[in-house]
């Protein structure tokens, strides 16, 4: 039996030991729920039902808590509530709230766990219950991993019919009518007779009840919004460029700051000379900040301005300083003493290669930067009072708690304002805008601090993606794929962020493989092992984490396999593949793109299938071989998110994950010289340009169990698709992005 399927039975025996030993970290504390948030900031004749909704006698206030970088995950979340509670998106005020516990993240809890997402044994939801326990107990309050939704479907909706039932007794209480008597429309209880009671006149006699908490979820069948095409809330704003970003903050009183750190990241600065910036039109002082300078002046272009007169004699970077030698690194990690982990064993790999004639290949991934459009920037006031922030960020609890670190106050003297993002890929999980801007405030009590990088000291001080490789080794017998093993190095995102929070990351990474190890085949003999590189250039959670390069290395090889057999590629994915929902994706893709049908001279197509956070996603990639390069023609996507919250975003989510992952495979990566990042800008780490875009057509399945989140699924079967499609055109077979250093793209 495989290791995947024993796997099981020791995750049972350590989550039995996690329940049963311990009340350890308690039945109790499991089950209590957290305060209601919301409650101390209540006056007098205003209501609140739990952390997500809260009426006064002129508003309805719903709390989005998930932090929004563009997803529209704020307006999913103020429908899930407002579904329930019957009223319009345009009737609500909507806010992020306060960082708190209350907000924990139960939707991480999913991938948390190393089991297959369609494997519901007792031991695997047994594993699940605890680790969401852990993180209910934590309060760990974080918007990342596609698990928005996951975390708020249930959660939420429950949350506006506590609200709903609490008011329609509030309406009974005031009305004499029966609660069964009572109908609810558009922010209104409605009396028998038609009468309307609006839920803000009943703020007051709300807020002397208990909250209503024995309700029932309405049918999907009466559902008004969930499901349906829906208005982003955010849509007006962004439209009209009325919506305030971070970067947008104005705060009465406030200087404008940049800054200055080691481009050899981690590396210290040995001296400075600021005589000449210190001169310059508008610029108020220098002040020191951790490995660096701030410019503090009268408006960020003057500050940035500053910052590049300053003459620095910076140290040498903690990595190594050339990439050659970060490939060589890599490279050298395919060794017993770096394996992280051997995480699939079907079969007997060994025994299938031993004397047999071996397919073998190695796949390379580069560091790629996250590259938001709106560059980093953070407002901070501190004053003997505490501080109050105002900046996009997904783990606002963190945040806050570094800035009272700095100031030196409790952290619930720490007011924080999280804002939109415009953009993120995993960017704003960093602290060191916060970190910086709360720095500059602690040195100037009083004074509102707006801290803003160019976009050069963004690009140069980011966090890519892990750089890492694979080497694959397999077989074919009698027209079909018979085994497989897959070696995947790459540094570890998730050790290198927590290094840089000061937290151990005990046990493998399973983001090394993602995408991978848990690929839904029935290849008879399967081995995946995970190599940790050891620490490079810093690096983190980039858009879909470990499964946007080892989607690549595992899709691609799959494909040589499938070709080296004389298998349709299509075709022999559905045969190996061990899974309905996913054997169903795979149908719709080959559906939607009429797979199997003729195409013309230099024309390709091809296919690729990897799970990320719990979705399977498979797509189809159509090419034409040009006198001026390739052209990929268009892009067939289909997944299983369980449920549809919202086609229209929907659409836009996968769409969008699809052309990130093109462009990026096609024309993106960072590159280390004298230990600096060489890529400053936009034109040197383009993406997918406009004329380089597809077509493309998206379907979504609701066949899965549970409900999934697809800000990242859409990303890590792109790669692999386009360089499976140019070998169908070509011949030519991509091992290495990005694919543009090696031809064309039209």
Not at 204 to 221: H, I, N, Q
Not at 535 to 543: E, G, I
Request: net charge negative.
């Amino acid at each position: 039996m495989g290791r995947a399927k024993t796997f099981g039975r020791r995750a049972f025996l350590v989550g039995s030991t996690a329940v049963l030993g311990g009340v350890a970290f308690g039945t109790y504390l499991v089950q209590k729920p957290h305060d209601n948030p919301l409650v101390a900031g209540l006056g007098e004749g205003e209501a609140t039902f739990n952390p997500f909704v809260m009426v006064t006698g002129e508003r309805i206030t719903l709390i989005a808590p998930h932090a929004d970088s563009g997803q529209g995950v704020q307006s999913t979340q103020v429908a899930l509530i407002a579904e329930e509670l019957d009223v319009d998106l345009d009737q609500v005020d909507v806010s992020f709230g306060q960082p708190d516990a209350a907000y924990y993240n139960s939707g991480i809890a999913n991938d948390a766990v190393p089991m297959m997402s369609f494997d519901y044994s007792a031991a695997a939801e047994l594993m699940r219950g605890v680790a969401s326990s852990a993180i209910k107990v934590l309060g760990l309050q974080l918007t990342g991993g596609s698990s928005s939704m996951p975390d708020t479907y249930e959660k939420l909706r429950i949350a506006g019919a506590v609200a709903r039932e609490t008011l329609k007794q509030a309406a009974s209480v005031e009305s004499g009518v029966a609660v069964a008597d009572l109908t609810t429309s558009q922010g209104a209880v409605v009396l028998p007779d038609g009468t309307q009671m609006p839920y803000t006149a009943l703020a007051a006699t709300a807020a002397t009840l208990e909250p209503v908490t024995d309700v029932t979820l309405r049918s999907p069948d009466t559902w008004r919004l969930i499901g349906k095409d829906m208005d982003r809330t955010d849509v007006v704003g962004k439209s009209t460029g009325t919506l305030q970003y971070g970067i947008d903050v104005a705060i009465d009183g406030m200087v404008h700051a940049t800054v200055k750190t080691n481009p050899r990241q981690g590396g210290g600065m040995n001296s400075y000379d600021a005589s000449a910036a210190e001169g310059m039109r508008g610029v108020q002082q220098v002040v020191p900040v951790s490995g660096g300078v701030a410019v503090i002046a009268d408006n960020t272009w003057r500050a940035i301005q500053a910052a590049n007169a300053i003459d620095f004699d910076w140290g040498p970077a903690p990595y190594p300083a050339e990439m050659d030698q970060h490939w060589e690194e890599v490279s050298a990690s395919f060794v017993p003493e770096r394996l992280d982990r051997e995480w699939r064993a079907d079969g007997d790999v060994t025994a299938a290669q031993d004397g047999a004639e071996l397919v073998t290949a190695e796949y390379r991934a580069p560091y790629v930067a996250h590259q938001p459009l709106e560059p980093l920037s953070a407002v901070v006031r501190a004053d003997e009072n505490g501080a109050e922030v105002w900046v996009g960020h997904q783990v606002p609890g963190f945040a806050k708690l570094k800035v009272a670190q700095i100031v030196g106050c409790d952290p619930d003297d720490v007011v924080f304002n999280n804002q939109f993002m415009g953009g993120s890929f995993g960017h704003r999980l960093e602290f060191d805008n916060v970190i910086f801007a709360a720095e500059i405030a602690a040195q100037m009590r009083g004074t509102p601090v707006k801290l803003t990088y160019s976009r050069e000291e963004d690009f140069t001080h980011d966090y890519p993606r892990q750089i890492g490789m694979s080497r694959s080794a397999g077989t074919v017998k009698d027209g079909q794929v018979e085994s497989w093993a897959l070696d995947i190095a790459t540094v570890s995102a998730a050790r290198s962020q927590a290094k840089r929070l000061g937290q151990p990351m005990p046990g493998p990474d399973m983001q090394i493989v993602a995408g991978a190890w848990n690929m839904p085949y029935a290849v008879p003999h399967l081995r995946v092992r995970g190599y940790a590189v050891p620490d490079l250039a810093p690096v983190s959670s980039w858009r879909s984490v470990g499964a946007s390069t080892s989607g690549f290395f595992a899709e691609s090889f799959l494909d040589e396999l499938i070709h080296t057999a004389g298998a349709d590629p299509m075709e022999e994915r559905l045969r190996l593949c061990n899974n309905e929902i996913h054997r169903r994706v795979l149908e719709a893709a080959a559906e939607m793109s009429n797979w199997g049908s003729p195409m013309g001279e230099g024309q390709g197509r091809g296919v690729a299938m990897v799970e990320s956070f719990g979705v399977p996603m498979a797509e189809v990639v159509e090419v034409t071989q040009t006198d001026r390069g390739i052209k990929i023609d268009r892009v067939y996507a289909a997944c299983d998110v369980g449920r549809v919250l919202d086609p229209v975003n929907f659409e836009a989510q996968v769409a969008g994950g699809v052309i990130w992952g093109l462009g990026h495979a096609i024309n993106s990566e960072i590159t280390y010289a004298d230990g600096m990042a060489q890529q400053e800008n936009f034109y040197e780490h383009v993406g997918m340009r406009m004329h380089q875009a597809p077509e493309v057509i998206v379907r979504g399945l609701e066949n899965g169990r549970e409900v999934r989140g697809i800000g990242e699924p859409g990303v890590p079967p792109a790669p692999a698709a386009l360089a499976n499609a140019i070998y169908a055109a070509t011949g030519t077979r991509l091992r290495e992005m990005p694919f543009g250093v090696f031809m064309d793209f039209v």
